[in-house]
């Protein structure tokens, strides 16, 4: 067999580095829903930036599986027009992007939903939330991060990096959310 006869040619282990590229693509896609309607990941199983991989009669859920997970709040929902003041750079070499991408919407359950991404794999971020005609008190949610940008999930260890709850609540009336380095957040406003 040759490279691209080989079935398993396309299989590609998937990190936490993927999980943040999903969710900026996802937020992407939001802030044009006027002209994206639908968005699907084309590949699934044992493939690039698949969402699970398998080995015989195993199987791991990957960061980028978590992800799509963590954004279901956005399916059919109606994005929100939503900016960020300061936004911070990440750096490297002559090359930068916004450390923090962010993405609201009004979901079915009637709840306001942010999904954040700190492309930063060395700073945190805080954001401050301010939403006209809503004062929200807390923020309630999962987060996806790690120590380190390639950690992922193996057979020997699926449970490597998984979301973990997230929550903060307001103070002095306003609420700040504490964004780690490297990290997908979903919060619903409340």
């Known amino acids: ?9 396309l299989y590609q282990q998937n990190s936490l580095r993927d999980g943040l590229v999903a969710a900026l693509n996802f937020n992407i896609f939001h802030k044009h829903a006027d002209r ?3 968005s699907i990941i084309a590949q699934m199983v044992n493939v690039l930036q698949a969402m699970i991989l398998t080995e015989k009669d195993k199987m791991i859920l990957t960061p980028t599986y978590h992800v799509f997970k963590m954004y279901i709040p956005f399916q059919g929902a109606t994005s929100l ?3 960020i003041k300061n936004v911070p750079q990440y750096q490297l070499d002559k090359k930068s992007i916004p450390a923090i991408s962010v993405s609201a919407a009004k979901a079915k359950d009637g709840k306001i939903y942010l999904a954040i991404a700190n492309t930063n794999p060395h700073k945190a ?5 301010n939403a006209k005609g809503l004062t929200a008190k807390k923020a309630t949610g999962q987060i996806l991060t790690s120590e380190k940008m390639d950690t992922h999930n193996t057979f020997a260890s699926p449970n490597a990096i998984v979301p973990k709850a997230y929550s903060a609540e307001a103070k002095g009336g306003k609420l700040v959310l504490d964004i780690p380095a490297k990290s997908v957040v979903v919060v619903a406003l409340e």
Not at 1 to 9: A, I, R, V, Y
Not at 125 to 129: G, S
């Open 1 to 9: 067999m040759t490279g691209d006869d080989d079935p398993g040619f």
């Open 36 to 38: 994206v309607h639908m």
């Open 81 to 83: 027009p939503i900016s």
């Open 125 to 129: 971020e805080t954001l401050n939330v």
